[in-house]
């Protein structure tokens, strides 16, 4: 059967584990050899213990799992040529032909770059001798799908990444906690929420959890929020509500590019209304704990997608990625999505907000 690996890179998220578990079996059910790789690139550079053959047992009782069992990293060596070089006589070696990448934009650009370089990589390795000429003529191609794993949902051309509804659920647990003693002490909460350069999260809890006000990259707020967030939350008092709830994106910014950051918003509530407030940095909680069944199901469908995509693949097929388009699992050009994805970035980091959420799309 043919050789295909999974591994997974970059930040977890909820929901890998399911991707991997449909790439084994959906890989071992079309008569695959199928391995994991762990430990992201790093593993694929070492070799050894750290590629391993799959069986369908091996993927049992992790679907429930947060993270990734088999490990993600970030690994220096393979931004070079010779430490793919090494990957690349790695995956040959064990006839390995076939690759899915699970991470976010870093990982699937590494992943087509290397699939960019293979043929050198097969002739530098043939020419010293490290490969047979059996090997350099039956291995001489490499197929590559992505899947996006990030709980932030800042990838373009798919409608969700796999992670984001987890993160959601978790803020959403995490906001109603904080309500309830928000509540008895008559107290403004301040809430930092991941998300990088991307709002949604913050967005979306902002609206399910009927926050009062919400800071987003993609939305500078005008010159005066100081004090139309003052006026908002003295509303909301003079009207009754006990509590005041504020969403701070951990990528907000004011209309200059700066940072708004939860300290700032906190020193203007106290020091124009004096309210008791306090702040609370979810951080890595976000990540954790066990993954939505929206979350597993994605996984499931990309993952399987993915393999079926590398078997359907010709040499002249370009590397993809699996994306969620409404309630379809699509393929993609891999790089049209990362340099889209790359796009929205420079508009974002030259402040063209509206250009940058037009790029984006329904995500
Ligand atoms: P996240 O969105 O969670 O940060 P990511 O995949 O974007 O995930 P990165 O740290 O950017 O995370 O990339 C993960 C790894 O992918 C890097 O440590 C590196 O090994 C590899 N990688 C990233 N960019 C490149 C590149 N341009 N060329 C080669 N390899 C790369």
């Known amino acids: 059967g043919k050789g295909l690996a999974v591994f997974t890179s970059g930040g977890d998220s909820q929901g890998m584990n399911a991707a991997v578990r449909a790439v084994v079996r959906m890989g071992i059910y079309l008569g695959c050899k199928v391995f994991f790789i762990k430990e992201g690139y790093q593993g694929m550079i070492d070799g050894g213990e750290y590629i391993v053959e799959a069986n369908w047992s091996s993927v049992s009782s992790i679907i429930h799992k947060g993270g990734t069992v088999i490990g993600s990293a970030r690994c220096k060596e393979f931004m070079e040529k010779l430490g793919r070089r090494k990957a690349a006589k790695n995956l040959i070696m064990r006839g390995i032909t076939n690759l899915v990448v699970i991470g976010g934009d870093g990982s699937l650009t590494g992943a087509n770059m290397f699939r960019q370089e293979w043929s050198e990589h097969v002739e530098s390795l043939r020419e010293s001798g490290e490969i047979t000429e059996e090997q350099y003529k039956k291995f001489n191609y490499l197929h590559i799908a992505g899947l996006v794993g990030s ?50 999260l913050a967005l979306v809890s902002a609206l399910t959890s009927e926050a ?62 004096k309210q008791d407030t306090r702040i609370t940095v979810l951080g890595h909680v976000q ?77």
Request: net charge negative; with cysteine.
């Open 151 to 200: 709980i932030d949902n800042d990838f373009c051309g798919t409608d969700m990444t796999i992670g984001t509804d987890s993160a959601l659920h978790r803020i959403q647990e995490a906001i109603d906690a904080i309500v309830s003693t928000a509540y008895s002490h008559q107290r403004t909460f301040i809430l930092e929420v991941m998300g990088r350069h991307c709002g949604y």
């Open 212 to 273: 009062d006000y919400v800071f987003i990259p993609e939305m500078p707020p005008p010159h005066d929020w100081p004090e139309k967030l003052c006026k908002k939350l003295d509303q909301e008092r003079i009207a009754g509500q006990r509590l005041n709830i504020i969403i701070v994106s951990e990528g907000a910014v004011d209309r200059e590019g700066h940072p708004i950051t939860a300290e700032q918003v906190k020193k203007v509530v106290v020091d124009k209304l």
């Open 287 to 363: 990540r954790g704990g066990s993954p939505s069944a929206f979350d597993r199901v994605l996984g499931c469908r990309m993952g399987a997608e993915a393999v079926m995509a590398l078997m359907e693949a010709t040499p002249e097929t370009d590397a993809c990625v699996i994306s969620l388009d409404g309630n379809q699992a699509v393929r993609l050009n891999l790089m049209d999505c990362v340099n889209k994805t790359k796009a929205v970035a420079k508009a974002m980091a030259d402040k063209e907000w509206d250009l940058a959420v037009q790029l984006r799309g329904r995500s």
